[in-house]
């Protein structure tokens, strides 16, 4: 069994569409147009045909040829050339300016204010009740701004340690917001479980 089947059928499939093209090209091709055709269809779209052999014969022969030829039916030859019309003189280039300093861009025109989305403001810390502090994460706060928020609440007691704590273990993108419980003097280890924790 052949491995490359595809190839074949391929090949074969070329074969057989490229046999069929050099027929369809055999069977088309007609025979030159004749120069009595060649003629009759320029005149029937107003054109005229001159054979470039005969035309340089006749622009070297003299006038008194031309009449002769002109007088036994043969075309008249036109002249080879033309009187050339004298060229223009070349126009004088203008003093160089100075080139002007750019307008400012435009300003786009809006009547809307523009939208930006900021963080939510973190609420204030709920008091401690019983060693307990509550706290609400907002959306879209940072690592850095959850550990003011912490130290704020009383929370932690130092934010470097913690921000230290949390780039170790990799959080400083997966804060869950929402409310939180925490206890004072609660293990920084502990608080950030609960923040990285998905609440359902």
Do not use: C, H
Request: proline share 10%; net charge positive.
């Amino acid at each position: 069994m052949m491995k490359n089947r595809f190839f074949m059928l391929g090949l074969g499939v070329g074969l057989i569409a490229g046999a069929l093209l050099l027929q369809l090209m055999i069977a088309g091709r007609t025979a030159p147009l004749t120069k009595e055709e060649l003629i009759r269809q320029a005149a029937s779209l107003n054109l005229t045909v001159v054979d470039p052999a005969e035309a340089a014969a006749t622009a070297t022969s003299s006038p008194e040829e031309a009449a002769k030829a002109q007088a036994s039916g043969a075309p008249a030859a036109t002249p080879a050339s033309t009187p050339a019309v004298p060229p223009k003189p070349a126009a004088v280039p203008s003093a160089a300016t100075t080139p002007g300093k750019p307008s400012a861009p435009a300003q786009p025109q809006s009547t809307a204010a523009p939208v930006t989305k900021a963080p939510a403001t973190p609420e204030a810390p709920v008091a401690a009740v019983d060693g307990v502090i509550s706290l609400k994460i907002p959306t879209g706060i940072t690592l850095a701004q959850t550990a003011d928020l912490l130290a704020e609440a009383g929370v932690i007691e130092d934010k470097n340690k913690f921000l230290q704590t949390a780039n170790s273990r990799k959080v400083n993108t997966i804060i869950q917001y929402g409310s939180y419980s925490f206890t004072k003097g609660e293990s920084i280890n502990s608080i950030i479980d609960k923040l990285i924790t998905v609440k359902k």
